[in-house]
Nanobody
Framework: QVQLVESGGGSVQSGGSLRLSCRFS????????MGWFRQAPGKEREGVAA????????VYADSVKGRFTISQDNAKNTLYLQMNSLKPDDTAMYYC???????????????WGQGTQVTVSS
């Protein structure tokens, strides 16, 4: 059973930074993709960034390219999302996901965390 626990959300002013963490446990194959998604009130959940666990291949949504960086620490079983130059439009609940069944930025993932809230004020 895979478990994902996010942390690191909070409130920040526009232009600020946050780093989200997703601690994972259970069987995570090196062939799995893991990703970060977000969902704002009244909007669809959207893919933000994803990476393959066993390598350096990453993919980002156009809206966050150059501002967000996805990374992992294998020793800590943790996936990170470094978010810089935050904007009010980045306000959302952020979710970690593991084991993509389709495109890594689509919602077709087997495992999901409970989410962590990010609020960016102008």
């Amino acid at each position: 059973q895979v478990q994902l626990v996010e942390s690191g959300g909070g409130s920040v002013q526009s232009g600020g930074s946050l780093r989200l963490s997703c601690r994972f446990s259970g069987y995570i194959s090196s062939e799995y993709w893991m990703g970060w998604f977000r969902q704002a009130p009244g909007k669809e959940r959207e893919g933000v960034a994803a990476k393959i666990i066993g390598g350096d291949i990453t993919v980002y949504a156009d809206s966050v390219k150059g501002r967000f960086t996805i990374s992992q620490d294998n020793a800590k079983n943790t996936l990170y999302l470094q978010m810089n130059s935050l904007k009010p439009d980045d306000t959302a609940m952020y979710y970690c996901a593991a084991h993509s069944l389709g495109h890594p930025l689509s919602k077709e993932y087997n495992y999901w965390g409970q989410g962590t809230q990010v609020t960016v004020s102008s």
